[in-house]
């Protein structure tokens, strides 16, 4: 059952990918994501995590993280038919990866790292878990450990279906206009403070919350999910 449902979902992602006109913003970006000189953290709020996989470019290698929960098991299946690898391991989050002894955020942040080390291009929702357009200081502590940039992504679509959930998830539906914009590359240090670490965490969700607000202000509709302070 689960692995049909994941056929029904990369064959519907992939028509929606097919029949939505994209814009992408910059036109430049695959020329500036090159000139980053190797992989990079592709930041996401959570509710957009349906069609991350659309940024993917021929040649790219993504991968992503996915809870080892059961729920988990369809979205690796659809996500790994579209070409995009999935680490099942639980998530870098918030104190747990600033305490590398903490067992859940340790084994995904090292697998997160040892893909940015492989040249693949890592996909990471920003958000403090259950608490939607927050980012959490797990992201931030990825770039630190990893060296690579953090690069905020959204990619959205004019016609879609918003669930009434958490992070109120999105889905696009076919025939429409699609829009894809990134932000500008976020560069965290190797030596960094708390203070600093709170600073670039901010920064992270300002970048994130302006491409969301240009992708849709680019397919005509407005962003109806509130952003947090």
């Known amino acids: 059952m689960q692995s049909g449902l994941a056929t029904l979902a990369s064959g519907y992602l992939r028509l929606v990918q097919r029949t939505n006109r994209f814009t992408q913003e910059p036109a430049d970006a695959s020329a500036r994501l090159d000139a980053l000189g190797g992989p990079f953290i592709a930041a996401m709020w959570?509710?957009?995590?349906?069609?991350?996989?659309?940024?993917?470019?021929?040649?790219?290698?993504?991968?992503?993280?996915?809870?080892?929960?059961?729920?988990?098991?369809?979205?690796?299946?659809?996500?790994?038919?579209?070409?995009?690898?999935?680490?099942?391991?639980?998530?870098?989050?918030?104190?747990?990866?600033?305490?590398?002894?903490?067992k859940g955020g340790a084994e995904g942040l090292r697998a997160m790292v040892r893909a940015l080390k492989d040249g693949e291009i890592v996909c990471f929702s920003a958000d403090v878990p259950k608490v939607s357009r927050r980012c959490d200081a797990g992201i931030v502590m990825l770039a630190r450990f990893s060296g690579r940039p953090i690069v905020p992504v959204a990619v959205v679509t004019s016609r879609h279906i918003r669930f009434n959930s958490w992070d109120r998830a999105c889905i696009g539906l076919p025939f429409g206009r699609g829009a894809m914009v990134f932000g500008e590359p976020i560069r965290v240090p190797r030596e960094v403070d708390p203070d600093d670490v709170d600073a670039l965490r901010g920064q992270v969700q300002a970048e994130l919350n302006r491409v969301h607000d240009r992708a849709y202000t680019l397919v005509g509709r407005a962003d109806r999910v509130g952003a947090q302070a």
Request: no cysteine; glycine share 10%.
């Open 46 to 102: 959570h509710g957009q995590h349906t069609m991350i996989s659309f940024m993917r470019r021929p040649g790219d290698r993504v991968a992503t993280i996915i809870s080892r929960s059961p729920d988990g098991n369809v979205n690796t299946i659809a996500l790994t038919r579209l070409g995009v690898r999935v680490i099942r391991a639980s998530g870098a989050r918030g104190r747990a990866v600033r305490d590398i002894r903490a």
